[in-house]
């Protein structure tokens, strides 16, 4: 089943946390749009660069902590259904790679570990240089952690429910400027807002019922703090579903 698939959002918030798969498709079908009216990214703000904020200055060297909260999937052996379970990992993050200037396709690589229990996790996360973006999460042999994740477009990523690492990712709209950018992920229409906040800007996300909040600031290697959270549906008065969340520890 492909990700946030339309018949996904017809169940409860609760089992839209839940619905995701595992990819079948080796290739993530994922484009921006071309709306016809505007033409360009409706501005909100005055267009400045958001310089010393987004993108980070990355270095061979620099290392950083980063805590995610993510669901815990599977079904309780004994006793009742008491709705989601969550648990917190985290993460250490070390640059070990990064593009020349001359390299307009060069991508930043990062070494993620963490532990989840007694299980060790390692990634290595990669993304591209030009435009700033999520390229994809690799395992320790190199290989795409998620098959639909073998080639990821130069958009803003949303991730599924699944996993502890928390991939949601925005981009550098070109030129750099504050407002709402459209996009579309799997044929469904998203966008992301990017708005000033006290010492750094504010990432929002939007897909069917799936918001994402990410705030990054000024000098920090990482968003500062993200929240995932499923909206209601339309005609139903229920409060948001909480999804997963994240919280830099570390700079």
């Known amino acids: 089943m492909r990700r946030f698939a339309p018949a996904c959002f017809a169940l409860t918030a609760c089992i839209h946390a839940g619905c995701v798969d595992a990819p079948t498709h080796p290739i993530k079908?994922?484009?921006m749009s071309t709306p016809t009216q505007p033409t360009k990214p409706t501005v909100?703000?005055?267009?400045?660069?958001?310089?010393?904020i987004f993108p980070p200055a990355w270095k061979i060297g620099d290392k950083w902590r980063v805590a995610m909260k993510t669901?815990?999937?599977?079904?309780?052996?004994?006793?009742?259904?008491?709705?989601?379970?969550?648990?917190?990992v985290e993460f250490e993050f070390r640059v070990i790679a990064v593009p020349s200037d001359t390299d307009a396709?060069?991508?930043?690589?990062?070494?993620?570990?963490?532990?989840?229990?007694?299980?060790?996790?390692?990634?290595?996360g990669l993304y591209r240089a030009k435009p700033f973006s999520f390229f994809r999460l690799e395992d320790e042999q190199g290989k795409s952690v998620s098959e639909m994740d073998e080639t990821n477009p130069a958009v803003p990523y949303l991730g599924g429910d699944r996993g502890a690492f928390i991939k949601d990712f925005p981009v550098l709209p070109?030129?750099?400027?504050?407002?709402s950018v459209p996009f579309v992920v799997d044929a469904a229409p998203a966008t992301q807002e990017i708005e000033s906040i006290p010492n750094g800007l504010r990432f929002t996300f939007t897909r069917y019922t799936l918001k994402v909040v990410m705030e990054w600031?000024?000098?920090?290697?990482?968003w500062s703090s993200l929240e995932r959270i499923a909206l209601p549906l339309p005609g139903l008065d229920w409060p948001p579903q909480f999804l997963g969340s994240g919280?830099?520890?570390s700079r």
């Open 105 to 124: 396709e060069g991508v930043y690589r990062l070494d993620i570990r963490g532990k989840q229990g007694r299980d060790k996790l390692q990634y290595y």
């Open 44 to 52: 909100t703000q005055p267009t400045i660069p958001f310089e010393r």
């Open 217 to 222: 600031k000024a000098g920090a290697p990482w």
């Open 174 to 179: 070109t030129p750099a400027t504050f407002g």
């Open 71 to 88: 669901q815990v999937h599977g079904i309780p052996v004994r006793g009742p259904y008491k709705g989601p379970e969550f648990t917190t």
């Open 29 to 31: 079908e994922t484009t």
């Open 247 to 249: 919280t830099l520890l």
